[in-house]
T-cell receptor, first 112, second 119 residues
Framework: QKEVEQNSGPLSVPEGAIASLNCTYS??????FFWYRQYSGKSPELIMS????GDKEDGRFTAQLNKASQYVSLLIRDSQPSDSATYLC????????????FGKGTRLSVIA | GAVVSQHPSWVICKSGTSVKIECRSL??????MFWYRQFPKQSLMLMAT?????????EQGVEKDKFLINHASLTLSTLTVTSAHPEDSSFYIC?????FGYGDPDTQYFGPGTRLTVL
């Protein structure tokens, strides 16, 4: 059973701080990794993808991947109240047309 | 780019009726679409994987005769909830992949979702 684990939270951070969201996955051969954001009552929206070990930055967001540790993280710098949402980690375990395996999500609350 | 639409955005129906939800990829060809269901405060649950021109693959526990999926073209998949009952009330979300586009072929792009309420 391919699994993606996330702390359900809530993770509370003050406005302007760095929010750090973590995710581990069970299938060592997984090749692509994604972070989605889901606001309450809305569908998920893609934040970014990462394929290679190391960091990938996009604006205030940085994804980090460590395949040896089977660990993916998302850092949100200068957190804003509008960042308050559930963040979903997703993994494509074997490629092709198989669906992404999603974690249950971490709820982030940014306190003004 | 990579926009997915769903119609309707919400629907209310009586118990026993059927409801059809459309999912369209607006600016790309989606060889594969995925249908999810999400109950309040719960995580996404994959219902089925739909490949253009072939039968959908349903996840364990999802009744294929109740949730009919048709993926007749590279831009349209439909989910029909047959003989809907109150327990089918949920948020239904489709997702599509653009395997032939210039972007990341593994990414799933989500539609805005359809909220179904069965009275």
């Amino acid at each position: 059973q391919k699994e993606v684990e996330q702390n359900s939270g809530p993770l509370s951070v003050p406005e302007g701080a760095i929010a750090s969201l973590n995710c581990t996955y069970s299938d060592r051969v997984s090749q692509s990794f994604f972070w989605y954001r889901q606001y309450s009552g809305k569908s998920p929206e893609l934040i970014m993808s990462i394929y290679s070990n190391g960091d990938k930055e996009d604006g205030r967001f940085t994804a980090q991947l460590n395949k040896a540790s089977q660990y993916v993280s998302l850092l949100i710098r200068d957190s804003q109240p509008s960042d308050s949402a559930t963040y979903l980690c997703a993994v494509n375990p074997i490629g092709g047309n198989t669906p992404l395996v999603f974690g249950k999500g971490t709820r982030l609350s940014v306190i003004a | 780019g990579a926009v997915v639409s769903q119609h309707p955005s919400w629907v209310i129906c009586k118990s026993g009726t059927s409801v059809k939800i459309e999912c369209r990829s607006l600016d790309f060809q989606a060889t594969t679409m995925f249908w999810y269901r999400q109950f309040p405060k719960q995580s996404l649950m994959l219902m089925a994987t739909s490949n253009e021109g072939s039968k959908a693959t349903y996840e364990q526990g999802v009744e294929k005769d109740k949730f009919l999926i048709n993926h007749a073209s590279l831009t349209l998949s439909t989910l029909t909830v047959t003989s809907a009952h109150p327990e089918d009330s949920s948020f239904y979300i489709c997702s599509a992949r653009d395997r032939f586009g210039y972007g990341d072929p593994d990414t799933q792009y989500f539609g805005p979702g359809t909220r179904l309420t069965v009275l």
